[in-house]
């Protein structure tokens, strides 16, 4: 379990940084943004506490808040969707007991499992972060056009990092 918070710990600073100097700038089309960081939030164990989850969730999104001037909205977002990835989690999940000891994964969880995790997580946190980016000027289509863009985008590229890191030591169920 050591080995896994480790390895979080590492990847959390380096998707901000990548995030806030790399993928805010993406915007293919007009459309769709990458929001790469949340891997790092998807692939925190399932059983960890609720508190050590908001905690790491909201800083996660503070420290992008402040490298992206963005006043909160990535904080709130992230706290949400810690919130909301256990519940997700277990509507795909088989058992929870076992489930739950491990950091979701492809190698874990297997690719039709974890890309519906993904999916419907990534699709939450799309939705949120243009919902609350878009208050003031509220068109639906084009609101709706940029979260399904830029959920397809964020899913393939979170499925495609997490198959480069796939390591020969997890276990599948």
């Known amino acids: 379990m050591n080995r896994i918070y480790t390895t979080i710990i590492i990847w959390i600073p380096i998707l901000i940084i990548l995030q806030a100097l790399v993928f805010n700038h993406i915007c293919l089309f007009g459309y769709a943004v990458p929001f790469v960081f949340i891997y790092a939030l998807l692939r925190l164990p399932l059983n960890m506490t609720k508190e050590r989850a908001f905690t790491i969730g909201f800083l996660t999104g503070l420290a992008l808040d402040i490298f992206s001037d963005t006043l909160g909205l990535n904080a ?98």
């Open 76 to 173: 709130l977002c992230c706290t949400i969707l810690m919130a909301l990835r256990r519940p997700v989690a277990r509507l795909y999940l088989p058992r929870d007991e076992e489930l739950l000891e491990i950091a979701p994964g492809i190698k874990t969880y297997g690719l039709a499992t974890f890309a519906k995790y993904t999916l419907t997580t990534t699709l939450i946190f799309c939705t949120l972060t243009f919902l609350i980016e878009s208050l003031d000027s509220l068109v639906i289509y084009i609101m709706c056009f940029k979260i399904l863009a830029s959920t397809l985008l964020t899913f393939a590229l979170i499925l495609g990092l997490d198959s480069l890191t796939i390591g020969k030591s997890e276990k599948r169920l």
